[in-house]
């Protein structure tokens, strides 16, 4: 049996999808809740701050469930700070990670009390040009890294992320000219990588550097922790051994530099993942002399991950009517988007190439189920051909099912343009 794919039956999947259309997000409640616990019980150092980095599912109702396990919050945009503040995140408990900046947002961030994690010389030059800033951290590059694939990669010298660990000392030179205490030092070298070497390596590289700030408050590893996406191939984290390593490291650490340091991380794809499913009906079924392929409901614009990052996602097909061929096929799943590359199953190596996988005798109704779409799927979906977005579901811990976002339409689609059009006649 799969430990990451839904174990809804096929009935209620079915009646998911015929009361709320496909294509359809399917989120659970348990599975978010249980891997909030996972890692906080795995973790024994007291001192420590767990943040869920919410650009991998950012929907109020996913917010509010973290947040009662918790957890505190890492933001990428202003946005993000304003939706966390929404679901119910105190100004405090968010903390804002952005490549970009400008002066409007920092000022704004620091009026409503929100801590800032500079990702280069020139943001904290900037930082400090804001009235009222007293205190920042700083994004470091430690000079290594590790993910999914390169573009995932957030660490080493291919990396725009972070300051690169060679430039320290002039971090602390601008941030004492500008007035401005450097109070936690953050390192996030990657995500979707499949081992946690890499990560417990940085997270020493990191330290030492971290050793080195005298105001020193916090430190935070980032999130990056490895997912199983693909059961055959990858195995999942020691999650114990890892969240042991890392108390004993911080243990040490504090008593080195006779204070209690506090831990943090901000893991976000470990915590979601695996609770989202994607719905969505065959629409048919075809052939050429080389593939047989089966088109779906969805595409690109509802998972970019396959076509991205050549991301392997667990898929199965509900059949409408199980007595129907028992003979398995190879297929290529297929999205229905005018773009060649709009293929769910493909080499996990991002060449791009078509990789087929077995499954019995399929027909138009049928119903996909893919697996592990709860991180950076519903955050980085889209609009192309003009195609309305899913809804999304929350499958409750009573198994109750509650919509948590409609599904898109037409007017949500051209409301932008319709206005800026009316304004400017
Ligand atoms: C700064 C930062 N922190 C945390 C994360 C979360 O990474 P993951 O979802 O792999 O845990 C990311 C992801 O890109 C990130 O950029």
Redesign the pocket.
């Known amino acids: 049996m799969s430990t990451i794919m839904t174990q809804i039956p096929d009935e209620k999947l079915f009646t998911m999808a015929d009361t709320y259309h496909t294509p359809l997000y399917v989120f659970e409640e348990a599975m978010i809740r249980s891997r909030c616990r996972e890692i906080k019980t795995s973790i024994t150092y007291p001192h420590t701050v767990i943040r869920y ?1 919410c ?2 599912l950012t929907l109020q109702a996913i917010l509010k469930i973290i947040r009662e396990e918790g957890y505190w919050i ?1 933001a ?1 945009s202003l946005n993000e700070v304003l939706r966390a503040l929404r679901a119910g995140f105190r100004p405090e408990e968010i903390y804002y ?1 952005g490549e970009g900046a400008t002066f409007a947002v920092y000022e704004e961030l620091v009026q409503r009390g929100v801590l800032i994690n500079c990702t280069s010389l020139d943001q904290i030059r900037l930082l400090g040009k804001v009235p009222g800033r007293t205190v920042c951290s700083i ?1 470091t590059n430690p000079g290594e890294g590790s993910g999914e694939t390169n573009k ?1 990669n ?1 660490g080493g010298p291919s990396s725009k ?1 972070g300051i690169y660990f060679d430039q320290v000392e002039d971090a602390k030179s601008i941030a004492k000219a500008a007035g401005l205490r450097i109070i936690g030092v ?1 390192a ?1 070298i ?3 990588g499949h081992s946690i070497e890499p990560w417990l390596r940085i997270k020493d590289l990191t330290l030492a550097i971290a050793s080195t700030f005298p105001d020193l408050q916090f430190v935070n590893f ?4 490895p997912v199983v996406y693909n059961e055959t191939k990858q195995k999942p984290m020691p999650i114990r051994d890892w969240g042991k390593a890392l108390s004993e490291s911080m243990e040490a650490f504090s008593q080195k530099m006779g204070r209690e340091i506090t831990l943090q991380i ?5 915590i979601v993942a695996h609770s989202g499913t994607l719905l969505a009906e065959v629409q048919a079924v075809k052939s050429t002399p080389d593939y047989r392929f089966v088109i779906v409901n969805t595409g690109l614009n509802h998972n970019i991950r396959p076509s991205m990052y050549g991301s392997f996602h667990p898929i199965r097909f509900a059949r409408r009517n199980p007595g129907a061929g028992s003979d398995k096929h190879a297929y290529v799943v297929a999205g229905y988007l005018c773009e060649s590359g709009d293929v769910f199953t493909v080499k996990d190596d991002g060449s791009g190439i078509l990789e087929p996988r077995e499954f019995e005798e399929l027909s138009v109704g049928d119903l996909m189920v893919m697996g592990c779409v709860g ?2 799927s519903h955050t980085m979906k889209n609009e192309y051909n003009s195609m309305n977005l899913p809804a999304s579901v929350l499958v409750c811990e009573d198994g109750s099912v509650n919509v948590i976002e409609r599904r898109g339409t037409l007017k949500d689609i051209m409301q932008r343009e319709v206005e800026a059009y009316s304004e400017g006649r």
């Open positions: 980095a650009k991998a890492d990428s990670t994004r995932t957030t992320h953050h996030h990657g995500s979707g980032g999130g990056g922790l901000e893991p976000g794809r470990y991180a950076y």
